[in-house]
């Protein structure tokens, strides 16, 4: 089957059912007969049904299991020929019909899908807003419109469906990717909420990963109200936005124009312009950038005035110090954050007296290296291009690594994070 025919999966299964005299005792009865194991019980399924004769009279009955016969009482519990003797009941036969809406989209593709392809059936997806995101293997590629077809029905949140056709990143460096659109209409404008935040964007031209949710949750929490944070590819925001929310001074940036109009809509969009100051730039332009600029707003304002909430209008104003420093560097684009790294080779070299050794800020940064078992191949490797960029001796107790997730058979992503040390961030 190429073009769904939702027809196909129409079934009739005779069965029993035990018609209930009386209305008030369905409930009762169900349970007394759930525990003799007579009653039908399956997923997405009501056992208590209209009579299929005396519907009319407001009759119900409950579906009985498929080897309960209604003309032989030796099926039948000893609860089931208690109640029908008593008249309580009567075992009758039942026509139960199931349609296409009944079935769940893995029961279609393992009916519809040649066998010999039913060893990893494309279950899985990412929903953003209300668009679902597939990746097809080549081998599903010839079913993909019915595919899409079967999940769009299947998920009454989702309007669109689309495919990626290549890599993330291999015909833009602003981390898109080409897709085709399967069902549904062609709006790939989006809205998503995470992390508490709204986010609205056009998802076919900035990067958004459902994914990474609890990664971005992972990253937000270490940071400290009060702080402030260096978020270099910020994206639309899912790491800025956050933690704008809880108190924390972010200066936040994209080269992406997109992604940089979509993190401006969530900071207004949020309530946190007073926290989070929005970029557009190239990273190794925006660090040292970045570095100045927090000090100079600094020197010319050392603390920040909150506004007031809408819903408490005679609260005294609330004053917070902001920083000099930054705390924390965010550096997300594992494909290439590492080459950014020689931007911090001597970027505190002329403000030496800010920085004593202990409270040097600390560097997030993400790439994508070897899968293995243990993960001490990619460790080793990362660790080793973070000293050749920065031109370091960081050793591995100084560097944690995190694994975030698998992003292909042999491919993970993980966030190393370390303290930028002293002799790289004062070198004349």
């Known amino acids: ?72 009482s030796s099926t039948w519990s000893d609860r089931l020929r208690e109640l029908a003797s008593a ?16 079935w769940t989209y893995h029961d279609i593709m393992t009916s519809i899908l040649p066998e010999e392809d039913q060893d990893e059936l494309p279950t899985g997806f990412s929903i953003v807003g209300h668009i679902a995101h597939l990746n097809l293997r080549d081998q599903y590629l010839p079913y993909k419109g019915l595919i899409a ?3 769009l029905d299947k998920n009454p949140s989702v309007t669109t469906v689309i495919n990626k056709t290549d890599d ?6 602003y981390r898109t990717f080409g897709y085709e659109v399967l069902a549904g209409e062609a709006n790939m404008n989006v809205q998503v909420k995470e992390l508490g935040c709204t986010f609205r964007f056009d998802y076919s031209k900035v990067y958004w990963n459902s994914r990474l949710d609890t990664e971005h949750r992972r990253l937000v929490d270490k940071f400290q109200p009060g702080e402030a944070v260096c978020d270099a590819m910020a ?41 989070v100051k929005p970029h557009n730039l190239d ?9 100045a600029d927090l000090l100079a707003t600094h020197a ?3 603390s920040i005035t909150l506004p007031r909430k809408r819903s408490h209008p005679s ?48 560097i997030h940064v993400y790439t994508f290296s070897t899968k293995t078992d243990d993960n001490a191949l990619a460790h080793s490797l990362i660790l080793a291009e973070l000293n050749a960029q920065l031109g370091a001796n960081l050793k591995e107790g100084e560097v944690e690594i995190w694994d975030v997730r698998d992003v292909a058979p042999l491919k993970r992503m993980f966030c190393a994070t370390f303290r930028l040390p002293a002799d790289v961030a004062f070198l004349e």
């Open 300 to 302: 010319d304002s050392p």
């Open 315 to 362: 609260q005294h104003l609330l004053t917070v110090p902001l920083p000099a420093t930054f705390s924390h560097f965010i550096m997300n684009l594992p494909a290439s954050a590492t080459s950014f790294l020689p931007s911090f080779i001597g970027a505190y070299s002329s403000h030496r007296h800010l920085y004593p050794e202990s409270i040097l800020p600390l």
């Open 149 to 151: 077809r079967v999940l």
């Open 1 to 72: 089957m190429k073009a769904l025919d939702r027809a196909f999966f129409a079934k009739v299964v005779p069965i029993s059912a035990a018609r209930v005299t009386n209305n008030k005792n369905i409930s009762r009865f169900r349970t007394e007969l759930e525990r003799s194991r007579d009653v039908l019980r399956l997923e997405r399924l009501q056992n208590v049904r209209p009579d299929p004769e005396l519907a009319d009279e407001g009759k119900k009955c409950l579906l009985l299991q498929p080897e309960i016969k209604h003309n032989d």
């Open 283 to 291: 990273a190794k332009a925006f660090i040292p950038h970045a570095i």
């Open 235 to 275: 994206g639309v925001g899912p790491f800025a936005v956050p933690a704008g929310k809880k108190g924390v001074f972010v200066w936040a940036n994209d080269l992406n124009p997109a992604s940089h109009e979509s993190l401006v809509d969530a900071i207004a969009r949020n309530h946190v312009s007073t926290f």
């Open 168 to 173: 993330v990143g291999t015909n833009s460096a």
């Open 87 to 102: 008249a309580e009941v009567r075992v009758i036969p039942y026509v139960l019909k199931l349609d296409y809406e009944y």
